[in-house]
């Protein structure tokens, strides 16, 4: 039969299109799916094998092998509603018993010429080297002082008395709120090298090689050096080349920012019991395991779900402490 000839099934008149998937009445205007639903409540089982097939075994989810006869949008579509159960699940956390550090990151994303943000955060006891993942929380924009707030007040009051101490980048501000709470603050060593490792110089031509090399190899021993006399001596030598004409502006305000916190990026040396980390290493694996697994998102929710897929499946990473020298390790 003709889609022309086609009648309703109320009026027994003419159908016409209405959209992609549904149809019209001319005489009595009812509406009507060509093909229905499913009718009843949705499954509820999750689909174990789709989910283990991608964050166990590592594999695609193009590349899901099955015995049976199934369509690869079949099984995309089954590992969505797999996914779509598992996050919504409510997930219950064992927090351990004492002192916690807190290791926080960002992570951001752009879609459609916006920036989402993915803000994560860790629990590491100060004396384990283990660390427990918390679900991110997925926000519009750039990273900001004021989100981090409003995140960490959102914290449980017995959570936030149990931690002593924050490991992070250089949040802008972000000393307030630690300061708030008490609690010590440790910055995060691999962000500074990264930032002066990028504007080194290892081109023999490079404009102010031989001055951008000695920053970075001072920098690099502040950051260890346990005598009081030496950091003088160090943040001396510092400040004259910062000063000279072949250093860029931009390795001028890095060094300037370090100078200003030089007491926050060496916490780890002043409170040695905590057993502070410094870097925020921990994040940077779960960004590289959600590039392995995902390495095409094209939402922001489907960011959020990938990356609490991987944490509930792996929520304890390991978080070594820094190595402190022989005199400091109590």
Partial sequence: MLSKQV????????VIRFGGRRRQCVQCGSTWRVRQSRRGRKPLRIRYQYLNKVFKDGLRVRQISTTRNISKDAIRKRFGAALNTLVNQSRQINLPIGSLVLIIDALWRRFAEKYWTLYCLALKPIDKDEAIILDPILRPGKE?????????????????KQIIAVVSDGIRGFYCITSSYGW????????????????????????GRITREKIYQTVRC????????????LKNQLRKLMVKPD???????IIN?????????????????????????????????????????RTPDALRKWTIAIIRYKPIFKCKRAKLPTKLIP
Wanted: charged letters at 25%; proline letters at 6%; a positive charge.
């Fill in 184 to 207: 010590k603050w440790q910055r995060c060593h691999f962000h500074l090298i990264s930032a002066l490792q990028k504007r080194r110089g290892q081109r023999l031509a490079t404009h």
């Fill in 144 to 160: 900001s002082t004021e989100t981090w707030g409003a995140i960490i007040a959102g914290l449980s009051d017995p959570l936030k």
């Fill in 247 to 253: 250093c860029p502006k931009r390795i001028k305000w």
């Fill in 257 to 297: 920012g370090f100078l200003r916190e030089f007491s926050f990026y060496r916490s780890y040396l002043d409170f040695p019991e905590l057993n502070l980390p410094t870097t925020t290493g921990l994040m940077e694996s779960i960004n590289s395991r959600l590039k392995q697994r995902a390495p095409t998102i």
């Fill in 222 to 233: 502040l950051l260890i050096e346990t005598s009081e006399k030496r950091v003088r001596i």
């Fill in 7 to 14: 009648k309703s099934p109320c009026c027994k008149a003419s």
